[in-house]
């Protein structure tokens, strides 16, 4: 049986996703360790999630020497992730089969500039810099499961990372993360909005871009407030410092559908996905009470980047190849 791979890279997990080449079904989904061997042989094609596409990449691409190093420039954009799966990418080169890059960063290109434009002075945005907004491949999975003429909903994406997305009709009207996966929500380890007049007095003080970079993406959030980043854990504990932390994050995620809704003029209705989104119910509760005010329609959607990716490499791949897998299998 030919299959294609879907590869999720993080930091310390690989999520993989096998479908068969020519019925397109998903026969295998596995999370290992970042470094684990995968399964033997040799996929038709891989499809890879890369959370950064910058203002380039707009859509899937078949990755070659000269992508793989525009988007290695991204890597100090998004440094938990790019590194990771670009190392994926360079390591599954060796299997001689194409690999496609679909980008978290594409789906929310449709923003207008009343959202996208950093009210800066033009001589600190060279080069493009701009508010571009992630997840967007688990957005594009609601978006579809919402359908084409479903409104104006806010979808959070709830999960170590987290953001929200404002949708009218499936198309990404704004997000709540801005230049970098950083901001917006309170997440695990990083602290979503900050003055930026935080970094000026921290560098005042002596600390280093590197220094604070790393405790920004990697002790902040809820790690910084409770000492554990995993929501699970959170909601076992009975302390006031877990419970604090949980309340935080939680108006968090309603302020930001609050904002999102005055965008959108109105709301329909909010998604919550994610890890935390789909399986946190007191979380989703905390939320909806806060924004009840505006709407009490809430649905949790399990969404599926991994989905969205193998449609992309299936696409990218063509009729001949989906051809040849169909007869290999037949044949077989």
Same mark, same amino acid.
């Given at each position: 049986?030919?299959?294609?791979? =879907?590869?999720?890279?993080?930091?310390?997990? #690989?999520?993989?996703?096998?479908?068969?080449?020519?019925?397109?079904?998903?026969? *295998?989904?596995?999370?290992?360790?970042?470094?684990?061997?995968?399964?033997?042989?040799?996929?038709?094609?891989?499809?890879?999630?890369? $959370?950064?596409?910058?203002?380039?990449?707009? *859509?899937?691409?078949?990755?070659?020497?000269?992508?793989?190093?525009?988007?290695? !420039?991204?890597?100090?954009?998004?440094?938990?992730?790019?590194?990771? +799966?670009?190392?994926?990418?360079?390591?599954?080169?060796?299997?001689? =089969?194409?690999? &496609?890059?679909?980008?978290?960063?594409?789906?929310?290109?449709?923003?207008?500039?009343?959202?996208?434009? #950093?009210?800066?002075?033009?001589?600190?945005?060279?080069?493009?810099?701009?508010?571009?907004?992630?997840?967007?491949?688990?957005?594009?999975? &609601?978006?579809?499961?919402?359908?084409?003429?479903?409104?104006?909903?806010? @979808?959070?994406?709830?999960?170590?990372?987290?953001?929200?997305?404002?949708?009218?009709?499936? $198309? +990404?009207?704004?997000? +709540?993360?801005?230049?970098?996966?950083?901001?917006?929500? &309170?997440?695990?380890?990083?602290?979503?909005?900050?003055?930026?007049?935080?970094?000026?007095?921290?560098?005042?003080?002596?600390? +280093?871009?590197? !220094?604070?970079?790393?405790?920004?993406?990697?002790?902040?959030?809820?790690?910084?407030?409770?000492?554990?980043?995993?929501?699970?854990?959170?909601?076992?504990?009975?302390?006031?410092?877990?419970?604090?932390?949980?309340?935080?994050?939680?108006?968090?995620? @309603?302020?930001?559908?609050? *904002?999102?809704?005055?965008?959108?003029?109105?709301?329909?209705?909010? $998604?919550?996905?994610?890890?935390?989104? *789909?399986?946190?119910?007191? =979380?989703?509760?905390?939320?909806? %009470?806060?924004?009840?005010?505006?709407?009490?329609?809430?649905?949790?959607?399990?969404?599926?980047?991994?989905?969205?990716?193998?449609?992309? =490499?299936?696409?990218?791949?063509?009729?001949? %190849?989906?051809?040849? @897998?169909?007869?290999?299998?037949?044949?077989?």
């Amino acid at each position: 049986m030919s299959e294609i791979w =879907v590869i999720n890279r993080g930091s310390s997990t #690989l999520k993989l996703a096998r479908y068969d080449a020519a019925t397109r079904a998903c026969i *295998e989904r596995l999370t290992v360790a970042a470094n684990a061997n995968l399964p033997s042989g040799t996929p038709v094609a891989i499809g890879h999630r890369v $959370v950064h596409g910058g203002p380039h990449f707009r *859509e899937p691409v078949v990755i070659d020497a000269a992508v793989l190093s525009q988007l290695r !420039e991204l890597t100090p954009l998004a440094p938990l992730h790019q590194g990771p +799966s670009l190392d994926a990418i360079e390591t599954l080169a060796a299997l001689n =089969v194409p690999q &496609i890059a679909c980008f978290d960063t594409a789906f929310h290109t449709t923003q207008s500039t009343l959202m996208s434009r #950093l009210p800066v002075p033009e001589t600190l945005t060279h080069g493009g810099l701009r508010n571009i907004g992630f997840h967007g491949l688990s957005y594009d999975y &609601i978006a579809r499961q919402l359908g084409p003429n479903s409104g104006r909903w806010v @979808a959070l994406h709830l999960g170590s990372g987290a953001s929200a997305c404002a949708l009218f009709n499936g $198309v +990404s009207q704004g997000t +709540s993360m801005g230049f970098s996966p950083l901001d917006g929500l &309170i997440m695990g380890t990083r602290p979503g909005r900050l003055d930026p007049g935080l970094l000026l007095h921290w560098w005042r003080q002596g600390r +280093s871009v590197d !220094e604070v970079e790393h405790e920004l993406y990697f002790n902040s959030g809820l790690k910084a407030l409770a000492g554990d980043s995993d929501m699970q854990f959170l909601l076992a504990r009975d302390d006031a410092h877990a419970r604090a932390a949980i309340d935080q994050f939680c108006l968090s995620a @309603a302020r930001a559908v609050g *904002e999102l809704a005055v965008l959108l003029g109105g709301l329909d209705g909010v $998604v919550f996905s994610g890890g935390i989104g *789909e399986n946190a119910a007191p =979380v989703r509760d905390a939320i909806a %009470q806060r924004i009840a005010f505006m709407t009490g329609n809430t649905r949790v959607v399990a969404t599926d980047e991994a989905a969205i990716i193998a449609e992309a =490499v299936f696409n990218g791949i063509g009729a001949d %190849q989906s051809a040849q @897998a169909s007869t290999a299998t037949t044949d077989s």
